[in-house]
């Protein structure tokens, strides 16, 4: 009964490649995120999404396009992966945006070769 | 403004002694202010977290003080323990932009 899952764990690729990562969240939230973790430990905000709307789009490279098919999901695709895309990628999701208390999921360890 | 900077950026302490941990933000418009500690390997989870209403909050060994008109919030820990070691955020709410802008991080290891 994991609250927040994401799928797979680890993601191992190499540059030029196209690859997904998919949010589930089970715990009746109206938002979901997705956050970028580097080498440094950064946490920086890449989408928000509530009641399946986009409510916030950082500047990422258009290369990354989430999309959520219902408001439990959210899934992650990044086009023509490169180096710099390497990095922990975390899904969240908290009921109010922004003013609640978000539950990350457990990572998502991608690594561009 | 986006900024939120924490400090320090790693922290050394005995076990038993207190740990603060500084953030600062830039928009006056915050009004939500949580802490996160991810321990390695592991994702960020919420510990404590105060509203621009009320300046103060405990939770057992934790507290989060909040100063709006300096605009800094500060994280507390005392009789710090080893499994307090771990990564610490900051975060606060930038309204006008509907996200929550994390800071840098604080390495906190707690020693025996």
């Known amino acids: 009964d994991t609250a927040v899952s994401q799928t797979p764990k680890y993601l191992v690729t190499q540059m030029g490649n196209d690859k997904s990562i998919k949010c589930e969240q089970n715990l009746g939230h109206d938002t979901m995120y997705w956050y970028k973790q580097d080498s440094k430990k950064f946490l920086k905000i890449m989408f928000s999404?509530?009641?399946?709307?986009?409510?916030i789009n950082e500047t990422v490279p258009n290369r990354f396009s989430p999309k959520s098919p219902d408001k439990a999901h959210l899934n992650l695709h990044i086009n023509s992966l490169e180096l710099g895309d390497s990095a922990v990628y975390f899904c969240?999701?908290?009921?109010?945006?922004?003013?609640?208390?978000?539950?990350f999921g457990p990572g998502t360890r991608l690594t561009v070769l | 403004g986006e900024n939120v900077e924490q400090h320090p950026s790693t922290l050394s302490v005995q076990e038993g002694d207190s740990a603060v941990i500084k953030c600062t933000y830039s928009d006056s418009a915050s009004n939500y202010f949580p802490w996160y500690k991810q321990e390695l390997g592991k994702r960020p989870q919420l510990i404590i977290d105060?509203?621009?209403?009320?300046g103060e909050k405990k939770d057992q060994r934790i507290a989060v003080t909040l100063n709006k008109t300096a605009k800094h919030f500060s994280l507390h820990i005392t009789e710090t323990q080893p499994e307090d070691s771990a990564v610490y955020f900051c975060?606060?709410?930038?309204?006008?932009?509907?996200?929550?802008?994390f800071g840098t991080g604080t390495r906190l290891l707690v020693s025996p």
């Open positions: 975060a606060a709410s930038i309204t006008g932009f509907q996200k929550l802008v």
């Open positions: 969240a999701s908290s009921q109010e945006a922004w003013t609640d208390t978000q539950y």
């Open positions: 105060i509203r621009s209403n009320v």
């Open positions: 999404y509530n009641n399946k709307e986009l409510i």
